[in-house]
């Protein structure tokens, strides 16, 4: 197995850890915000592991990132499509989902009240969420297959 294969692989498989961790952190936040819930230490760490999650998902991308062949700097890197979405379409919509992700979950600490804890923790994760979404659709794989 090659670093890059190892890589692409747990790339690959972590997404559906973030996805899993950030729908949840989504729904218990719009419940909590919605049904004016505290906002507890589960709510918190639920919240926190999301993020933990979406950061070692940067990570391996960032690893990927620099060993990938699909990642190219040339001349035509911006005329082909499937390079240029590789080299500057993906990391860019990521990196803008992961700040959203990182920025609701301190922008959530700062806040006192529960339900204004869990409506931030909604709107960014969310927002975030979507992005990640279109990401997948626009790398034309499917989301439930592993990479290849």
Known sequence: ???????????????YVVTILLLL????????????????PGNRKLNMFA??????Q?????????????VQFNK???????TRYWTVEHI?????AIALITFGHIKSKKIVLPEQKHRTIALYYTGALLIIIIAIIASQRGFFTMSR
């Open 1 to 15: 197995m090659t670093l890059y294969s190892f890589l692409l692989q747990a790339h690959s498989g972590w997404r």
């Open 25 to 40: 952190a989504i729904v218990v936040s719009f419940a909590g915000w919605l049904g004016r819930k505290p906002y507890t």
């Open 92 to 96: 860019f919509m990521m990196i803008i």
């Open 58 to 70: 940067l990570v391996l991308g960032l690893a990927l990132y620099f060993v990938s062949p699909l």
């Open 76 to 82: 035509t890197t911006m005329t082909d499509d499937t």
């Open 51 to 56: 993020m933990i999650s979406a950061h070692i």
